[in-house]
């Protein structure tokens, strides 16, 4: 099983929405995945439709080995794809994992026992630099890195690159892949990019080039109200004939189908 994140420090940067088109579309080619909530707003739980219902393992208690990793995996409406789901009472993990003194290595520890079920684990990672965030890129083989083409963006970008050089070079809590920084809502009009969108990614390249020595930016996610649209509907972008919108999905799928 490969294990594959998406981090980005601030809100509204297209965290979830890249986890659930890239797991979908694995899961449509016939791999199984497992995705992993980890954050407590539970914004992909929600997407995907499902309820917690009060005895209901969650990520909490999976983190904290109440349950075993197993009875915390539920499956979704769709073939192939599995949820370790989460609610607000995730958030009562963070001094678990602060006080264990492996934190970043939990979530590792606990997916082990069931990689053998799965092709893929795609993660979605809360906005805040949290204990939570530390174990999701501890677990992780790769990391994926929606950016919102906006000045914002662009600040989360440089937080969440310090914050994985951090734990590669100093905590030595990551020695994945960087899968790339991926432009988030690019704005065009007509067939022309807009001057913001532009000097946005530019800018993205030009941090990318800085920290990681290399231009990372993959094709960029369009502005477009047919993403939530296909997610209301339980639909693939392929399936709404949007093929030119479904192009930076297929990009990184290729990416994480390509892991060692
Ligand atoms: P959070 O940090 O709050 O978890 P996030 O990084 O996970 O946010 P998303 O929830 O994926 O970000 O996306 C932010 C919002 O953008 C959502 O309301 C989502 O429906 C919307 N959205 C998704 N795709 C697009 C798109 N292509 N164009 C415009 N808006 C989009
Ligand atoms: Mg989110």
Request: glycine letters at 6%.
């Amino acid at each position: 099983m490969h294990t594959v994140s998406s981090i980005s420090l601030a809100g509204g940067q297209g965290k979830t929405t890249v986890v659930l088109f890239v797991a979908r579309l694995l899961a449509f080619q016939g791999h199984t995945v497992l995705l992993v909530d980890a954050d407590p707003q539970s914004s992909l739980t929600t997407f995907l439709g499902h309820t917690v219902e009060p005895d209901n393992p969650t990520l909490l208690e999976v983190l904290k080995k109440q349950v075993n990793t197993e009875d915390g995996i539920y499956k979704t409406q769709y073939d192939n794809l599995f949820l370790i789901p989460s609610d607000d009472a995730l958030d009562n993990v963070q001094d678990y994992l602060a006080g264990s003194g492996t934190g970043a290595f939990t979530l590792k520890k606990r997916l082990a026992s069931v990689a053998k079920l799965f092709d893929y684990c795609i993660v979605d990672a809360p906005p805040q630099r949290s204990q939570i965030c530390l174990t999701v890129i501890g677990a992780s083989d790769a990391l994926m890195i929606p950016i919102e083409t906006s000045v914002k963006g662009l600040q989360s970008l440089i937080r969440t690159l310090e914050l994985i050089t951090e734990l590669r070079d100093d905590q030595e809590a990551f020695n994945g892949e960087i899968l790339g920084v991926i432009p988030f809502r690019d704005r065009w009009v007509g067939l022309r990019r807009t001057t913001e969108s532009e000097s946005n990614i530019e800018s993205m390249k030009q941090i990318s080039t800085q920290w990681l020595e290399s231009d990372l930016v993959l094709p960029s996610i369009r502005e477009s109200e047919k993403f939530k649209q296909a997610i209301n509907k339980g639909l693939t972008l392929h399936q709404m004939h949007q093929d030119d919108l479904a192009y930076p999905i297929e990009v990184i799928v290729e990416k994480i189908k390509g892991l060692k």
